[in-house]
């Protein structure tokens, strides 16, 4: 009679789903690290040249014509 082989397909399984395992908590574990401390803002510094240039926008925006001449009440 011949000797029973050993298989170690079973054991190799295990260990690699082990390993997806572990892999898969250490991504969670950083993705939930992240949402708990998400950055700082800087805050919000406006220079004369950017209020100017706003300014010069705000105008432009007041100045263009948005009238187009489409009844809303008659469109079905």
Sequence with gaps: MEPEKKSNGALIGLIIIIIILIVGGIYVWQTNKTKENPPQLL?????TGDSDELNVLEQDLNAADTNVGVDVNGID
Excluded: A, I
């Design 43 to 47: 805050p919000e510094t406006v220079t």
